[in-house]
């Protein structure tokens, strides 16, 4: 049989059936394919100190960043003129181009002191009488 040298990238293009096809007349050999482990190693083997320590600073300097442009935001807040979305104001001490929180939501709602329980509770034995009485 006749061989076949591709790089992964050539490869791919053909669709599967030409593949399947190219297969069985030929012997394929993919002159770039990696397998999984080495990749990893690969990758590995590029990760050192100083690599490591430029991606830390990297983070370091994107996370302050973020942090200024939240303080400034909440700063700005305070200071606005803006007062639409303000403690839930109703709509008639904020003006005419005013909004509330209340006005878009709805009232807020306080659940009573008894805990919302994401499990169904357990059944009594005289809920499950009921239960197999009504089927």
């Avoid at 990696?34 to 050192?48: A, F, G, P, V, W």
């Avoid at 600073?57 to 700005?76: E, G, I, M, R, W």
């Amino acid at each position: 049989m006749q061989k076949l040298f591709f790089t992964v990238r050539e490869w791919n293009r053909f669709a599967w059936s030409m593949q399947e096809v190219i297969c069985k007349k030929y012997d394929v050999i993919l002159t770039d394919h990696q397998t999984r482990k080495e990749k990893t190693i690969s990758l590995l083997n590029k990760i050192n100190i100083k690599n490591f320590n430029k991606g830390m600073d990297t983070f370091n300097k994107v996370l302050n960043k973020f942090s200024k442009t939240v303080d400034s935001l909440t700063a700005n807040a305070s200071k606005s003129s803006f007062t639409g979305f303000n403690q839930g104001k109703s709509t008639e001490t904020l003006g005419k181009t005013g909004f509330s929180k209340d006005w878009i939501w709805g009232k807020p709602v306080r659940l009573t002191g008894s805990p919302v329980s994401i499990w169904p509770e357990k059944q009594s034995q005289k809920d499950q009488k009921t239960d197999t009485e009504i089927w």
